[in-house]
């Protein structure tokens, strides 16, 4: 029988990533730059890391963070759909996370809102 606690899996988190880029569907969005606003949930076995205290063993969440803001910051996309299912793509094909949670915000997009977006949950394989 299987130890279930060999299939636990820890999360690394980074709250409120804010990038701008271009993002829209209408023609006055398609000229300036918007903030977006990234909240990410990362599932990584953190017994390894914790064992060695070694940075090379860990997720390196300053390098999630470096890659997700230069594909955004460069991205061109109409929905923010279509932008949240590229970021997290990115994540568990480049840093081999098992698992993404994402929640992509656009503030300011609707009046009375403090924010309109999408959250999406994603896994390897």
Same mark, same amino acid.
């Given at each position: #029988?299987?130890?279930?606690e060999?299939?636990?899996? !820890? ?9 701008e ?5 209408? !023609? ?5 730059r918007?903030?977006?606003?990234? !909240?990410?949930? #990362? &599932?990584? +076995?953190?017994? @390894?890391? /914790?064992a060695? !205290? /070694?940075?090379?063993?860990?997720? +390196?969440? &300053? /390098? ?5 803001? =230069? ?8 929905? @923010? ?6 970021? &997290? &793509?990115i994540?568990? +094909? =480049? ?13 300011? /997009? ?5 924010? %309109?977006? %999408? ?7």
């Open positions: #029988m299987p130890n279930p060999s299939h636990r899996l !820890d999360h690394v988190f980074i709250e409120g990533l804010e990038i880029a271009v993002i829209g569907i209408y !023609d006055w969005e398609r000229g300036i918007q903030p977006l606003v990234f !909240d990410l949930e #990362m &599932a990584f +076995d953190n017994r @390894v890391p /914790a060695s !205290d /070694a940075i090379g063993d860990t997720l +390196d969440y &300053a /390098a999630v963070c470096a890659r997700i803001t =230069e594909f955004v910051a460069q991205s061109q996309f109409g929905l @923010v759909e279509t932008l949240a299912e590229r970021v &997290a &793509a994540v568990l +094909d =480049e840093f081999k996370v098992a698992r993404v949670r994402l929640k992509l915000s656009k503030p300011g /997009a609707i009046r009375n809102a403090r924010g %309109v977006g %999408v959250s999406i949950e994603r896994s390897r394989g």
